[in-house]
């Protein structure tokens, strides 16, 4: 079955390092990878969608690679401040292309240390 | 724009008892979805509607959750009866529309969080 997996464990990182999450994926071809932010007690916010002949997609300071050969993506965050802490998801689109039938990874939770 | 409306937030209620969530999508947006999260996990899809069918409803268990939207607007998502492993966080989400010219973003309304005793 498609399966989803990211850190499980929680990163912590000082401020103004680099944050260097990971989604892997197994039993799939996405057309899309999406990454979401969600904190504590809200909804996800989408933050960067990559689609499969992308390799790399950036915005701001958070940067998204997609390697189809390895089933895998990075999302980075650059200059991490105290308020990039946050739980992050991935999702993929399980459907032929652009459906929005997402399946989610758990999230990795993000702590930045000021 | 006015984001995804839900209510309640928070409802506690015993087992085999009913429950009813109402969702409120951003005006305009032709797809709505239901996510259960249970604590810990990332959101599953329960059912997706494109106006007021239903595109897809795969893990919706039927016996005991069903959703409707009428008219193409607001939608509301029952659970009856309730079991213990149903208490989770349920999120409504929007999007313009789905389909292969374009990507449309999901926005998600804050969830309701159900606890079941």
């Known amino acids: 079955s498609q399966k989803i997996e990211q850190n499980s464990e929680a990163l912590n990182i000082q401020e103004g390092k680099t944050a260097t999450l990971t989604c892997n994926y197994t039993?799939?071809?996405?057309?899309?990878l999406q990454w979401y932010r969600q904190d504590p007690g809200r909804g996800p916010v989408f933050l960067l969608l990559?689609?499969?002949?992308?390799k790399e997609k950036r915005k701001e300071r958070l940067k998204v690679t997609f390697d189809t050969t390895l089933k895998q993506s990075l999302f980075h965050i650059t200059a991490s401040q105290p308020a990039d802490s946050a739980t992050y998801l991935c999702a993929l689109d399980r459907g032929s292309g652009n459906t929005g039938k997402l399946i989610f990874g758990q999230g990795t939770t993000l702590q930045v240390k000021p | 724009e006015a984001g995804v409306a839900q209510s309640p937030r928070y409802k506690i209620i015993e087992k085999r008892q009913s429950v009813a969530f109402w969702c409120n999508p951003i005006?305009?947006?032709?797809?709505l979805y239901w996510y259960q999260q249970i604590l810990g996990q990332g959101p599953k899809l329960l059912i997706q509607f494109q106006n007021n069918g239903v595109v897809d409803d795969s893990q919706l268990p039927k016996d005991r959750f069903s959703a409707e939207r009428l008219k193409g607007v607001d939608s509301t998502l029952k659970i009856q009866p309730a079991k213990l492993e149903d208490s989770a966080v349920y999120l409504c989400?929007?999007?313009?529309?789905?389909?292969?010219?374009?990507?449309?973003?999901?926005?998600f309304g804050p969830g309701t969080r159900l606890t079941v005793l």
């Open positions: 039993n799939y071809s996405p057309a899309y």
């Open positions: 989400a929007s999007s313009r529309r789905t389909g292969r010219s374009s990507y449309n973003e999901q926005f």
């Open positions: 005006s305009g947006h032709a797809t």
């Open positions: 990559i689609r499969e002949n992308e």
